[in-house]
């Protein structure tokens, strides 16, 4: 049974990666990739489960705060254009940066 979600999983995670380079938009294939890190911690979880490690569910998790923290950069990046400070409409001297 476990074998089977885990294969469901890997499944998963070759759909999304073909998300990722055919997707029409950037944003698309940043929350692709977004998606294949979550099923990559869905599939650490299961591994872990299926060998009796605990560790896994360790790695899983630090895996998932790398990824979580990676697409706050990668969007942020795709918006602003920089990851230092913030560029808001509201801010005066966002037209003296340029």
Do not use: Q
């Not at 995670?13 to 890190?37: E, K």
């Amino acid at each position: 049974m476990y074998l089977t979600a885990g294969i469901a999983i890997i499944v998963a995670m070759a759909l999304m990666l073909a998300r990722a380079i055919v997707g029409p938009t950037v944003y698309d294939r940043v929350l692709a990739v977004n998606s294949f890190g979550t099923k990559t911690v869905l599939l650490l979880g299961v591994l872990g489960f299926l060998t009796g490690r605990p560790a896994f569910l360790d790695i899983a998790l630090l895996y998932a705060l790398i990824n979580f923290i990676a697409t706050i950069a990668i969007l942020k990046f795709f918006r602003y254009g920089r990851l230092t400070g913030v560029m808001s409409d509201e801010n005066p001297a966002r037209e003296e940066l340029r």
